[in-house]
Structures are given as C-alpha cells and as structure tokens.
C-alpha cells in the first residue's frame, strides 16, 4: 500500500496542465494584460489544487483506496472538494488558452458559431452545472457502478475524472456568477443544496446496516483493522464532516461578502440614518436599565 501511482497518464496528465498554466501565464505577462494576467492568489489557488489532486491521484492514498472504501471516500473527497475549488479559483481555462499558438486561439475564435457559443453557456451555466455533479456523485457511488469502476481500470479512472471535471465546473460556474448578474443569493442557495445532497449520501453510508460494496468485503477484512461495515461508515462519516465543514466555510464567506456588497450599495444618507436610529435605541435601552447596569 506504500506504492506511489506513477500511471504515465496521470503524470501525464498532471505535467502538463502545469506547463500550459505556467506558458500561459507568462504570455499573458510578456503581453502587458493587466486586467487579465494571473494574479498571485489565482496562481496560489491553482499550485493548491493541482497539488490535491496530486496527492489524491499519486500518492499512496490512491493505493490505499482500492482496500478500503474509505480511502476512496477519501480520495473523492479530496478530488470534488478541495481540488475542484482551488484550481476554479486559479483561472485555468483562460491561462490554458494562452497557452496555445496564436493561430489556433484565432481560429477557435472565428469558427464558434452563435448556436455553439449559447449551448456552451448553458452547459456550464449554474443550472446544469449543478445537476451535471449531483448526477456524477450520486451514480458513481450507486453499488453497480461503484462496483465496476472497481473492477475496471478504465471505469475507475472515468470515475475520478468526471467527479473531478464536474465540481469543477460547478465551481467555476458558481465563481463566474457570484459577482455578475445572478449575485451571492442565489450562489448561497446552490451551496446550500449541493451541501444537501451530498451530506445526504453521507448519512446513507454512514447508517447502513448492510454492505453496499461487495468488492471491499474481501479487502477490508483481510486488513483486520476494520470490518467492511465499519469501513463503509467511516467513509460515509468522511462525507459528512468534510462536506459539511467545506461547504459550511464557503457558505459564511458568501454570506458576509453578500452583506458587505449590500452594505456599500446603501446611499450615505440611509447610512446615517441607521447610525442616529441605532445610537437612539441604545441610549433609550441604558436609560431604561440604567438601574441593572
């Protein structure tokens, strides 16, 4: 279990996704863009979470995952809600463009029609982003498809994939819209319910009198640390306390970012207002517990 995944795919994959940030942030400099350059938080945010995937891809803790199904718990987990939110965070998918020759961003330009452009915009609107990810969530831990992504190689790495690739459009979705016309409201409510659901398959697992997983039965017994039940509930408890504590955490951002906007859209005039009406009522509130205080 002390194997490190050194799958040329994955390493692959990882390297790569680092060359084409680093080579289109440093044309984004060379070309003065300011207002469109990598900030150093959006480079942060993406080195954090091409570093989580990392871990939760070609570290030991992927091996782990394939004896215990709360490791794979674990390593989902890692990929859907810490990954998917920091590398949405860093802005990749304009830096990945910057990337590419001149002539190819060109024409990619020049032949998207309008059809394409709107079916795009809908794809990775809010909306479909959210059912896109509870879709992929829900039917990847469903026992038949769990139970093949176990079985098959493919299906496995299919199954990190798309749970990966689906929080982070959610997640850039949520991003691109919190300060445009849908506002923090409606953010706060798609947090809210993707913590729902989620939570919920966590309570599922975590109260289950039965084996959902047959393929860990073998390999969680063998271990002897847990039983296959046991080893279910622990997963189960993994969602529920890192997706309550991640989505909890956001939630309260959102929140006091939403007031702070609402706060400065108060003309100066209402302000103040506020101010006297607020001094009054505490004056009035000592003058009455004067005696107490």
């Known amino acids: 279990m002390k194997a490190w995944n050194l799958e040329p795919g994955v390493i692959g994959g990882l390297m790569l996704s680092a060359f084409l940030y680093y080579r289109g942030a440093l044309r984004m400099r060379k070309q003065s863009l300011a207002a469109r350059g990598v900030s150093g938080r959006e480079a942060v945010c993406f080195a954090a979470g091409w570093l989580a995937v990392f871990i939760a891809l070609v570290s030991p803790l992927h091996a782990l995952g394939e004896a215990l199904f709360s490791a794979r718990i674990a390593q989902h987990m890692l990929l859907a809600l810490l990954a998917a939110?920091?590398?949405?965070?860093?802005?990749?998918?304009?830096?990945?463009?910057?990337?590419?020759?001149?002539?190819?961003?060109?024409?990619?330009?020049?032949?998207?029609?309008?059809?394409?452009?709107?079916?795009?915009?809908?794809?990775?609107?809010?909306?479909?982003?959210?059912?896109?990810?509870?879709?992929?969530?829900?039917?990847?831990?469903?026992?038949?498809?769990?139970?093949?992504?176990?079985?098959?190689?493919?299906a496995g790495a299919a199954q990190r994939l798309s749970l990966l690739l689906s929080a982070f459009v959610f997640c850039d979705a949520l991003i691109r819209r919190c300060d445009s016309q849908m506002g923090y409201g409606a953010v706060i409510i798609y947090v809210f319910t993707a913590c729902a659901h989620t939570t919920l398959l966590g309570a599922l697992l975590a109260d289950a009198s039965t084996v959902w997983y047959p393929f860990y039965e073998a390999s969680a017994a063998v271990r002897g640390a847990l039983t296959p039940l046991e080893d279910q509930r622990l997963g189960g408890l993994f969602i529920l306390v890192s997706t309550t504590a991640i989505y909890a955490t956001v939630g309260a951002r959102l929140l006091i970012a939403w007031l702070r906007e609402s706060y400065r859209k108060v003309p100066a005039e209402e302000k103040a207002l506020l101010l006297d009406t607020a001094l009054w009522n505490s004056r009035e509130w000592l003058k009455t517990h004067q005696d107490q205080v």
């Open 85 to 154: 939110p920091m590398l949405a965070l860093g802005g990749p998918l304009t830096t990945f463009s910057w990337a590419l020759p001149a002539e190819w961003r060109r024409s990619g330009r020049a032949s998207a029609n309008t059809r394409a452009r709107v079916s795009w915009r809908m794809f990775i609107g809010p909306i479909a982003a959210w059912l896109i990810y509870a879709a992929m969530l829900w039917l990847w831990h469903t026992p038949p498809l769990f139970q093949v992504a176990l079985e098959s190689h493919l």
